[in-house]
């Protein structure tokens, strides 16, 4: 099992810049995928972004060339700097790990896949 914890939300304006932190204990953090989800106001979870055991990374094309996802392995951490926000980037930004498929070579990451979130953390985007 894998224990996660975010860091960073808050209020923003629209244009702006914000980097949210995932802190992982548990399982070795260098031997899995770790994603960034989030939900809005009334809307499914959905999917932003993945960052795979090597370093790939994926984006949805919501986020794609405004987002970037990075790891530091030596301290556990996964980041998802965003740039250029939205109003509706606005949602619950959640971190999860896909600790059940070590060294995953494939690139299909969907939300079953990551069997650990955390909390949560909101971001809200003001116009």
């Known amino acids: 099992q894998v224990q996660l914890v975010e860091s960073g939300g808050g209020l923003m304006q629209a244009g702006e810049s914000l980097k949210l932190s995932c802190a992982a204990s548990?399982?070795?953090?260098?031997?899995?995928?770790m994603g960034w989800f989030r939900q809005g106001p009334g809307k499914e979870r959905e999917f932003v972004a993945a960052?795979?055991?090597?370093?790939?990374?994926f984006y949805a094309d919501s986020v794609k060339g405004r987002f970037t996802i990075s790891r530091d392995n030596a301290k556990s951490t996964t980041y998802l700097q965003m740039n250029k926000m939205k109003p509706e980037d606005t949602a619950v930004y959640y971190c999860?790990?896909?600790?059940?498929?070590?060294?995953?070579?494939?690139?299909?990451?969907?939300?079953?896949?990551?069997?650990?979130w955390g909390q949560g953390t909101q971001v809200t985007v003001s116009s």
């Open positions: 960052i795979s055991w090597s370093g790939r990374t």
């Open positions: 548990g399982r070795t953090f260098s031997s899995y995928a």
């Open positions: 999860a790990a896909d600790a059940t498929r070590p060294y995953y070579g494939g690139s299909s990451f969907s939300r079953a896949d990551f069997g650990s």
